[in-house]
């Protein structure tokens, strides 16, 4: 019997690890959601991006918000998200360059605090609608020779209103998580 109950908490605690992850900051530990993070990508030409260098293109914030409900914790959106983008390019080998650089990188953050979610309950015909506000960021790599896109990834996932700590590693999370599809 303890051992049939040893496992059942062993496997608890196996599912609630999938939905969240755990960082060190300041000597805290940090638990975050990421079950509802949602990362993709597409590679629409080869390239070899061997010791090839970057620039930043235009970054965008798109937040739609008809009833003034956007409550976001206080942190530069565009800041930090070039500052995670660069630790995780570097990581792979590839260097930011003021002059001139081989690829450009862009992003865009659209949050949309109108977003529904419907759902249909047992054998009624009616569906009911609810408030689920989501955000996305899409990052896209391109050629500065040729302007043309070369890989793009996005993330989805629900807004939630968390404190500061938190938005910032799921948002660290995400890119992470996008840009480990990157091609090498």
């Given at each position: 019997?303890?051992?049939?109950i040893?496992?059942?908490i062993l496997?608890?605690?196996?599912?609630?690890?999938?939905?969240?992850?755990l960082?060190?900051?300041?000597?805290?530990?940090?638990?975050?959601?990421?079950?509802?993070?949602?990362?993709?990508?597409?590679?629409?030409?080869t390239?070899?991006?061997?010791k090839?260098?970057?620039?930043w293109?235009?970054?965008?914030?798109?937040?739609?918000?008809?009833?003034?409900?956007?409550?976001?914790p206080?942190?530069?959106?565009?800041?930090?998200?070039?500052?995670?983008?660069?630790?995780?390019?570097?990581?792979?080998g590839?260097?930011?360059?003021?002059?001139?650089?081989?690829?450009?990188?862009?992003?865009g953050?659209?949050?949309?605090?109108a977003?529904q979610k419907?759902f249909?309950?047992?054998?009624?015909?009616?569906?009911?609608?609810?408030?689920?506000?989501?955000g996305?960021?899409?990052?896209?790599v391109?050629?500065?020779?040729?302007?043309?896109?070369?890989?793009?990834?996005?993330?989805?996932?629900?807004?939630?209103?968390?404190d500061?700590q938190?938005?910032?590693?799921?948002?660290?999370y995400?890119?992470s998580e996008?840009l480990?599809?990157?091609p090498?």
């Open positions: 019997m303890l051992k049939i040893s496992l059942t496997g608890l605690l196996f599912l609630n690890a999938c939905s969240h992850s960082s060190y900051v300041d000597g805290n530990i940090v638990r975050y959601p990421t079950k509802d993070i949602k990362v993709n990508s597409k590679q629409y030409k390239y070899s991006y061997d090839k260098t970057y620039q293109a235009k970054a965008a914030t798109k937040i739609n918000d008809p009833d003034s409900k956007w409550s976001t206080e942190y530069d959106f565009e800041s930090f998200t070039k500052k995670t983008i660069k630790q995780n390019m570097k990581k792979k590839m260097k930011y360059s003021n002059d001139s650089a081989d690829i450009i990188i862009s992003f953050i659209d949050i949309n605090m977003a419907y249909l309950f047992g054998n009624s015909d009616g569906n009911l609608a609810a408030p689920a506000p989501k996305a960021l899409t990052i896209v391109a050629n500065k020779k040729s302007n043309a896109v070369i890989w793009t990834a996005w993330a989805t996932a629900d807004y939630k209103k968390l500061k938190i938005a910032k590693k799921r948002m660290e995400a890119i996008m480990a599809k990157f090498n």
